[in-house]
């Protein structure tokens, strides 16, 4: 036999014997996979299977969750005429919404319906529609929808020691989603999650970058790493390429009762004239419920554009920011307080961007950093 077959033989029968013999299986992914609803594999006759709402969890981050009937949208029901198709439709995605509980199962389980299979160009599957875990603020897995829509079975672990764990999941950036169940175990306990740093959540309201664009997964936008990081309670109003600051968006902040209201709108707007419109009569709208609550306004972080060429309509926007704080200060509004956007992400900072102007996981964590350095101090957090 000629010397190379010989060694090429010598190679197949080695790599046959050891790669392929038993328990030396390389696994294709180390985490648990998410199932149709319909198969075998998806059956958990030892779980019980809890809906939502119950009074043994609690729901986080959708205001109107109760009042819609235990529909996950972001805005009321009841006022649905009163906003834009566009921003009413964005609001069924239930970005910053989060189900929380306590329980020593030694399995857990989440039952899932979409409308359709993902679809975004510049995020995947595991950021429009996933449901991250994490256990007492550590991230552990995601359920998300890969393919197809419709209904979905997740096993997030199994086979644990059964001890009390507080459990989070964030539900998706943007996809709307039902959730049909939340498997544990027949005799598991489940109780309602320790609370609150603040008794009141911060509410955020922008573009598309508030609502999550372009985190990997729901538990990476920069309103969920804060609110891990000061355990906060918080509520994500952006909309995708709607965050114009239109005055029935501004009465639907108003109406929450926030510990700080975050204003991170600007780049949506067509002009600079058009935010000018809007962006005084924004925070006047908050100050008539809310005189001294504090509000913090940010302006638009650095697009990777501009390291080309100036963009003069970005910077208009920015001042226009910059120049609504001072009318509020020189009337007398003690309780606001401005962060440059290029301070969180700015020209040494581009690799936090995904598509150039939308936040990556870098990214998000870099606005948390300084949104929390910012917040932080005012609300009398450490």
């Not at 009163?82 to 030694?106: C, D, H, K, M």
């Not at 020209?347 to 961007?353: F, K, M, S």
Request: aromatic residues 8%; neutral net charge.
């Amino acid at each position: 036999m000629i010397p190379r077959m010989k060694t090429r033989l010598a190679l197949l029968i080695f790599f046959s014997t050891t790669f392929l013999a038993p328990g030396f299986l390389i696994p294709l992914r180390a985490q648990q996979t998410t199932t149709p609803a319909t198969t075998p594999a998806a059956v958990q006759p030892s779980l019980q299977w809890m809906q939502i709402p119950n009074p043994q969890m609690e729901v986080d981050g959708l205001p109107w969750f109760a009042e819609n009937g235990g529909v996950l949208s972001r805005l009321p029901v009841a006022q649905k005429a009163s906003y834009r198709e566009a921003v009413w439709n964005l609001a069924q995605s239930p970005s910053g919404g989060r189900i929380r509980f306590r329980t020593n199962s030694s399995t857990l389980a989440i039952r899932l319906e979409y409308p359709k299979a993902p679809d975004m160009a510049n995020m995947h599957a595991f950021g429009q529609t996933g449901v991250d875990l994490y256990i007492s603020g550590v991230y552990r897995d995601t359920a998300v929808d890969g393919k197809t829509g419709g209904a979905a079975e997740h096993t997030y672990f199994k086979n644990q020691p059964k001890v009390m764990r507080e459990v989070t999941l964030y539900l998706p950036l943007y996809m709307s989603v039902k959730v049909l169940g939340i498997g544990v175990d027949a005799d598991a306990v489940v109780e309602r999650p320790g609370g609150f740093a603040l008794p009141k959540p911060i509410v955020f309201y922008g573009t598309s970058i508030t609502q999550g664009g372009c985190a990997s997964r729901s538990g990476m936008s920069y309103e969920a790493i804060l609110g891990r990081r000061l355990n906060v309670d918080f509520v994500n109003l952006g909309f995708s390429g709607n965050g114009l600051g239109e005055p029935e968006l501004a009465r639907t902040v108003a109406s929450i009762d926030a510990a700080m209201y975050v204003l991170d709108l600007a780049q949506n707007n067509p002009t600079v004239e058009s935010l000018r419109q809007n962006y005084l009569p924004f925070i006047e709208t908050i100050r008539k419920s809310h005189p001294t609550t504090p509000i913090l306004v940010v302006t638009a972080i650095y697009a990777a554009h501009e390291g080309t060429a100036p963009d003069p309509i970005l910077a208009g926007k920015r001042e226009v920011i910059r120049q609504a704080m001072a009318q509020r200060i020189a009337a007398g509004d003690k309780h606001i307080q401005l962060i440059e956007g290029t301070e969180l992400i700015g020209p040494a900072r581009v690799d936090g961007l995904v598509d150039g102007t939308h936040p990556n996981d870098l990214g998000f964590e870099w606005m948390a950093d300084g949104l929390v350095a910012k917040i932080a101090p005012v609300l009398g957090l450490k």
